[in-house]
Structures are given as C-alpha cells and as structure tokens.
C-alpha cells in the first residue's frame, strides 16, 4: 500500500472509532447482590428536600439533580448508587455505609476517557472507615492520583453525600421509634 | 468687443483639447474601476444605512430562520425531535437533549423509549436501561437504574388505574405504586408510540438547540464587514475601499487638471472677446 493510502486508511479508522463508551466494572444490581449476602432488600426512598438538599448541594457544590433517591438498607447497614459528573460524563459509583461509616466504595460504571485508576482497591481502601465530621468533611485525607484529580474529587464528594444520606436515614428511623 | 473674428489659437498649456495618453488610460482605469467597485460600495452604503438604524428597525431582535444561512454560519443541523405524548404534554428528545415541552430536562445522547403518566401525576420517561421521573413542571423526581428495573426497557405505557407497565425481553410487567415493586405478566396497558411533535414545539426546540439566534443585524455586520464570505470577505471589502479611495483621488486630479484648462480658456477667451 502506498504511504498515503496507508495515511488514508489510518485516519479513516481513526475518525469512524466509536465514542469512548461506558466501561461497566461491577454491574450496580451485582454490586447489591454483593454486599447483601445475594438477598438484596426491597429499595427504599430518600426525599432530598429543604435542609438535606441544601447540605448535599453545598457538598458537590452544585445542584442535587433529583428529589429524590433510592437505597437499599438492612439493620444498620445502607447501599447507594449515586452519580457524579468526573470531568464531563457521570461516575456511577456504589457506596455501602455501615453504622455511619464507609464500609465499601465501588466504581460501577465509568465513561470519562481518563482516571479510570479510582476503580482500584488501592485507591477505594482509602475510604474504607471514614466518617464524617460536624463540617460534612471527611474525617481523613484522601491521597489523590495524578491524572485522575477530578474522578477522585467526584468520589470524595460521593461518600461525602453518603453518609450524609446514611445519616439522614439513621435519625428518620431513630424518630420513627 | 472683437468684430467675429475668431479666437487666436492657444498655446499648448491653455488649449482645449484630448487629455494626454497617459491621462487618457486614466480616465479608462478609473471608469473600470468605478464600475469594478459600484455593486460592493451599493453593498457597503445600504447596509451601512440599515445598520445605522438597526435598532429603530429591530434588526437586532430579528432572527434569521433561512437554513441555508445558518447552515452557512455553521449552526448545526436540527434533526426532527422524538417525541412522545404524556397527557397535556410532550417529552421529546433532540439526539442530545430530553425536554418536557420547550423546557430541557437532562443532556442525554440515550433515545426514549416511550413515556407514561402515572396516576401522581408524575412522568415516566424510560430508556433501555433507566427510567426518569418528571414533574409536571419537568423536575427530575428520580432516575431509577437498572439495578431497580426488570430489564432492559422496550417499551412502556400505563394501565388504566395508572400505574407503570414496561415490556422487557422478560416480559411484562407492571410496577407498584411506589414503583418500588414489579409484578410479572401481562399488562392491559396503554403503550407509549412516538408522535409526530407539533410545528411550534419543533420550532422552540430547534431555536434551543441552536443557542442564541443569529440576528438579523449580525449578518448585515458581517454582510458589511465582508466576513459573511469567510476569510477573503474582509480583503475583497478592502479591495474595494481602496479602489474607491483611488477612484476618488483620482477624480480630484482630473476635476483639477480640467478645471485649470478650462480656466485658462476662458480668459484668453474673455480677453480676446473684451480687449483693454
């Protein structure tokens, strides 16, 4: 093949290569099959309204999308599925709390083009425990990653609105008693 | 007074006569010129003038529909909505966009599946593998996930007491009221098709998909500028300032040159006529 066949044929491929699609990690109904012992409970729903929204929006510092969210909760443990924009595609990311505390955090889906390493354990492990302080902060730091910044910044912000969440369900049920 | 004798002859500098050559191929030049630049000085000048009272003829605030214009000003192309009847109103997405009537809801690149309203008045807009909650005020209640649904999503409609039906590969099923729950088997429901959307609703969609309207005034600016033409608009309008610059000072040359002549003639023709 001539060079410039050749240059033809490459940008030609190049420029009929799909968009990046959405790379699925862990399937989200897999995710709760996982952390419920394979019994996952019926869902239940969150109202984000008045106080709780004003929190969850100062936290990802825009606004809260829905009115409300679902959760999967069994005694003192709750499962979320909650989405934020990375750069510019929503992470799909799972969050199981337990008795106030990250007890597991999941990539679930990702669509950005890079920082897909937040997927790992060695950067996920880092939440596993934390809690959050009077400020809605974490209560430790979390390392970053280099090239990764804003993926990492979602995921912070996602265990954040969390255990929030986890902590708005805990007093709702305390007050239903 | 002279007895009608004629005039003596003139010298060279005073007589009236044919321009010199090189004078003559500027005359030449200068009427090509001229004609050369008369459409784009028209040009300039009448949309100078409009553009002068762009405001008090509201070009400002017209916005240019022709679609080869706003082809050519490289606005894309607006694909015919899907749209989908919920109730008293329309869901429709754009290819990039889901809207309740003219209001966007969400950036989505996922087409609908279909639509249903449910006896809370809420809307369910589902896709294959979500479905979206909306106010009638078109807030996004809730975006339910796969993880919440009996499948991957083919259709969907409502029973008569309202509630949500969906067709999956599965089958179908009917939700609960708090579409918490499916419940397995066939459903006597209403299914969602695709509608044509209405003229207007297309239209407001288009003009949101569009941004900002291109005005009326800005294409006169750019008409004006020459940049309508694209990058050599701009040079061809400055070919023609400078010719007209040109034609005009060459126009005083000739005017000058004539007038001096013409003056000359005239008083040795005054002297001859009136001696002293």
Known sequence: MKPLSTLFAVLLSLACMPAPAADVYLAPEKFLAQNFEGKVPEPAVLWITGDTRKQVESILGHSAGSLRLRYWARGPRTAWILEEIGKTEPITTGIVVDNGAIARIDVLIYRESRGWEVRYPFFTDQFRGATLTELNQLDRNINGISGATLSVRALTKLSQVALLLHDKVASEKRAAR | ?276
């Open chain 2, 1 to 276: 007074m002279n007895d009608g004798r004629l005039p003596p002859m003139l010298d060279a500098d005073t007589r009236l006569r044919r321009p010199r050559a090189g004078l003559q191929r500027l005359i030449v030049w200068h009427r090509r010129l001229g004609i050369a630049a008369a459409l784009l000085v028209l040009l300039l000048a009448v949309t100078g003038l409009l553009l002068n009272h762009a405001n008090r003829l509201g070009l400002d605030q017209t916005e240019v529909s022709a679609n080869w214009l706003l082809r050519w000003y490289g606005y894309p192309p607006v694909q015919a909505p899907l749209a989908f009847r919920a109730g008293e109103h329309w869901v429709a997405w754009s290819g990039t966009r889901l809207y309740l009537d003219a209001q966007p809801v969400i950036p989505t690149d996922a087409a609908p599946a279909g639509t249903a309203v449910l006896s809370d008045g809420l809307m369910a807009v589902a896709f294959a593998d979500a479905l979206l909650l909306l106010s009638p005020q078109g807030e996004v209640v809730e975006r339910i996930g796969s993880e919440s649904l009996p499948g991957t999503l083919l259709r969907v409609g409502h029973t008569g007491d309202g509630r949500l039906a969906v067709t999956t590969g599965a089958g179908e099923f009917v939700a609960d009221r708090d579409l918490l729950g499916w419940r397995a088997g066939p459903a006597a429901a209403q299914w969602s098709q695709p509608q044509a959307a209405p003229a207007e609703l297309g239209e407001a969609l288009a003009r949101a998909e569009r941004g900002p309207g291109l005005t009326a005034e800005r294409v006169l600016l750019d008409l004006h500028s020459g940049r309508l033409l694209g990058a050599w608009g701009p040079w061809l309008m400055d070919a023609a300032a400078l010719a007209f610059i040109a034609m005009a000072v060459t126009g005083i040359v000739f005017w000058w040159k004539r007038r001096r002549r013409v003056r000359a003639y005239l008083r040795i023709d005054d002297d001859w006529r009136n001696p002293r």
